[in-house]
Every structure is written in C-alpha cells, then in structure tokens.
C-alpha cells in the first residue's frame, strides 16, 4: 500500500492519473457533495472526488439526475473544494447546461472552475459532445467523458440497465470513446457495461478509464459514497459493494439520542454550564 505512486504526492493531477494508468496503479474516485466528507475523503487519501449529479437523487431526493442545475452544483462543488487539499476534484455539468451549443457548454464550464475553484469537469456522451470538449479544452480545462450508461439520457433509453449489450451500441461507444480519447479528454468514466468490453474499450485508448458496474479490467473505479456506505438503503445493484451499513447505525443512534432527551438523561452535569 505504502510503495503507491500516487501515495506520495501532496495534489492529484491529470497528469499523475495518467502516469497512474501506465504504471498499473488503479485510480480511486469517490462522489462528495459537501465540505466535511469530501475533507473525511482526502484525508483518507482517495485520489479523485468526483462532484456527481447524482447529487440531484442522494442529496435533492429526485428520481433522476436531470434537475440539479448549474448554480447547484457550484454551491455542492465550492463546498467540496474548501475540503480538499490533494484529491483532484471533478465536477459534472448538469444536464441541459452544455447539450445546446459548445459555446454554452465552455460558459457552464468556466462558470464552475471560476466559482468553484475545481479541478476539471465531466459530459456525458461522445461525437454529440465533441465540439463542446473541444471548446473548453481550448479554455485549458480538463474535461473527463462519461460513456455507456449515461444517467442524464434516462429518458430516450427508458431504462438503466447493462449498456452494450449489443452489438451496435458496443460499436459506437468503442468508436466515442477513442473519439474523447483523441480529442483530449484526460479519463473516460464507463458505467455499467460488460466487463469484458470495458476491457476492450480499455485497451484500446491511451487514458484512463474510470469503471462503475464496468468489471476490474479499467483503470479505476469510482462509487457514489451514500451508495458504498449504506446511507441509500433501496438501491442495490451488482455491482455494488457496500463498505458500511452508515444507514442503520444513523438510525440507531438518533434513536439513542431521543430516548434520552425523552427520559431527560440528556443533556447530564457534565454536559451543562
Ligand atoms: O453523478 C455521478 O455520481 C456519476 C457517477 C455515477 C460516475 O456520474
């Protein structure tokens, strides 16, 4: 554990995610939407905090991930910011905020690294988004794709199962995903794709690959940390392992604490002034 490249180093960059790639070092990447857990998270040394919009479902309690708006996710992403000192923190741009035109997508982007004081920022989708990735490349921002299942385009697919399946929709995210590739994205995130394919997807670029359901052959994972905690308790998917059952342990201890107030054995001597 002590002998890891990334161990050593006082800031996550794109730079070393990439040497982390080439040297064999898998990537860690959690979500955080807020200052004292994204602190509890670098401080544990994770390597990236990944600012989700899926904020809009374990934060805002949405059914989708399509509400959460732009000044949201800055309020989310500056919090998150003000905890960190070494991750490398990447922020999403919500849906609807770089889908019309590249020029809107540069805007959405350059509001949240002004306002938030992130690291780099995350689309979802492949050719649709090139123009966007290229603009706000060209602004110096590091932009991260997302491919396979993408949450935001819930309503055109209808479901949230297993992405590339078949073989057309295999073609098109290996083809997205050289295209993010040769066009600078730093990392692609694949989400819930067969493990062999994101094998092959892996292999076949430079940079590296972020899995979430995508099997082991990435080079990276990354979770919803409400998810691997237990603090969501209704979704449970294949893929996910949970770390801790937080959920159960909150309730049992706000439980503790009512009973004592209930029972006036809270606040005791010590507790007063
Ligand atoms: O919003 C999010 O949390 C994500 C991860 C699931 C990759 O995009």
């Known amino acids: 554990m002590n002998n890891y490249l990334s161990r050593n180093v006082n800031k996550i960059t794109t730079n070393i995610l990439q040497r982390m790639r080439n040297e064999s070092e898998k990537i860690a990447?959690?979500?955080?939407?807020?200052?004292s857990t994204a602190r509890l998270l670098d401080?544990?040394?994770?390597?990236?905090?990944?600012?989700?919009d899926s904020a809009a479902n374990v934060m805002a309690g949405y059914k989708t991930t399509l509400p959460i708006t732009l000044?949201?996710?800055?309020?989310?992403?500056?919090s998150v910011v003000r905890g960190v000192e070494?991750?490398?923190?990447?922020?999403?741009?919500p849906f609807g905020t770089y889908q019309g035109n590249s020029?809107?997508?540069?805007?959405?982007?350059?509001?949240?690294?002004?306002?938030?004081?992130?690291?780099?920022v995350k689309l979802e989708g492949g050719i649709e988004i090139?123009?966007?990735?290229?603009?706000?490349?060209?602004?110096?921002?590091?932009?991260m794709g997302h491919l396979g299942l993408t949450p935001q385009s819930i309503n055109k697919f209808g479901t949230y199962t297993?992405?590339?399946?078949?073989?057309?929709?295999?073609?098109?995210?290996?083809?997205?995903?050289?295209?993010?590739?040769?066009?600078?994205?730093?990392?692609?995130?694949?989400?819930?794709?067969?493990?062999?394919?994101?094998?092959?997807?892996?292999?076949t670029v430079t940079i590296p690959t972020i899995g979430i359901g995508a099997g082991p052959h990435v080079s990276g994972q990354v979770l919803v940390f409400h998810d691997m905690m237990g603090i969501t308790q209704q979704f449970s998917p294949r893929f996910l392992r949970r770390y801790h059952n937080l959920g159960e342990e909150i309730i049992g201890a706000v439980e503790h604490y009512i009973n004592d107030v209930k029972k006036c054995d809270f606040p005791n001597k010590k507790e007063q002034y």
């Open 29 to 35: 990447m959690l979500t955080a939407y807020d200052y």
């Open 43 to 52: 401080m544990a040394k994770v390597d990236s905090i990944l600012v989700g």
């Open 71 to 78: 000044n949201e996710i800055i309020y989310h992403a500056s």
């Open 86 to 93: 070494r991750a490398l923190v990447v922020v999403d741009l």
């Open 103 to 120: 020029k809107e997508a540069l805007h959405s982007a350059i509001r949240i690294m002004k306002e938030s004081g992130a690291d780099a």
């Open 130 to 143: 090139v123009e966007s990735v290229d603009r706000i490349l060209s602004a110096g921002i590091p932009v």
């Open 162 to 203: 297993v992405r590339a399946t078949d073989s057309k929709e295999a073609e098109k995210i290996l083809k997205d995903a050289q295209i993010l590739n040769a066009h600078g994205c730093f990392a692609i995130v694949l989400e819930k794709i067969p493990a062999n394919f994101a094998k092959q997807v892996t292999e």
